[in-house]
């Protein structure tokens, strides 16, 4: 209940935007976003406890598969996006600015199948130790 109340904080916080739940792929991350695809994500902040992406990509562009741990996507631009997931599901998804989603830790392939470019960021959430 308490991560539930931390999620709507943060989601009031980035101007409200649907929580989208995108629990389908509970498979592990073959490999880190910044190595398979170091021109569509640039780090914007690190610390101990969180990873802050910011991704982009162009029309048409792909991005190969890749993954992240339990994270918070915010829309920084109106998009659409085919989303193939490590289990094979694949996800057609549209968001706009100031949408907040979370996306419990996966792997995925992404498309851009919009006339808009891509850009969001993702909050990647560590583990904890006290």
Same mark, same amino acid.
């Given at each position: !209940?308490?991560?539930?109340?931390?999620?709507?904080?943060?989601?009031?916080? /980035?101007? #409200? #935007?649907?929580?989208?739940?995108?629990?389908?792929?509970?498979?592990?991350?073959?490999?880190?976003?910044? =190595?398979?695809?170091?021109?569509?994500?640039?780090?914007?902040? $690190? *610390?101990?406890?969180?990873?802050?992406?910011?991704? /982009?990509?162009?029309?048409?562009?792909? @991005?190969? !598969?890749?993954?992240?741990?339990? =994270?918070? !996507?915010? #829309?920084?631009?109106?998009?659409?996006?085919?989303? &193939?997931?490590? *289990?094979?599901?694949?996800?057609? =998804?549209?968001?706009?600015?100031?949408?907040?989603?979370? !996306?419990?830790?996966?792997?995925?392939?992404? $498309? *851009? &199948?919009?006339? &808009?470019? &891509?850009?969001?960021? /993702? @909050? $990647?959430?560590?583990?904890?130790?006290?």
């Amino acid at each position: !209940m308490k991560k539930l109340a931390q999620l709507a904080a943060l989601s009031a916080a /980035f101007g #409200g #935007g649907a929580f989208v739940n995108w629990a389908v792929a509970q498979v592990p991350a073959p490999a880190d976003p910044l =190595t398979v695809a170091p021109a569509h994500y640039k780090v914007r902040f $690190e *610390n101990d406890r969180v990873r802050v992406l910011e991704g /982009f990509d162009a029309p048409g562009e792909r @991005i190969a !598969m890749h993954g992240h741990p339990d =994270t918070l !996507m915010v #829309g920084l631009s109106s998009f659409k996006r085919k989303l &193939t997931l490590g *289990n094979g599901r694949v996800i057609e =998804t549209e968001s706009k600015p100031g949408d907040v989603r979370w !996306m419990p830790a996966q792997s995925h392939a992404g $498309e *851009n &199948t919009g006339s &808009t470019e &891509t850009r969001a960021l /993702f @909050i $990647e959430f560590k583990p904890h130790s006290r």
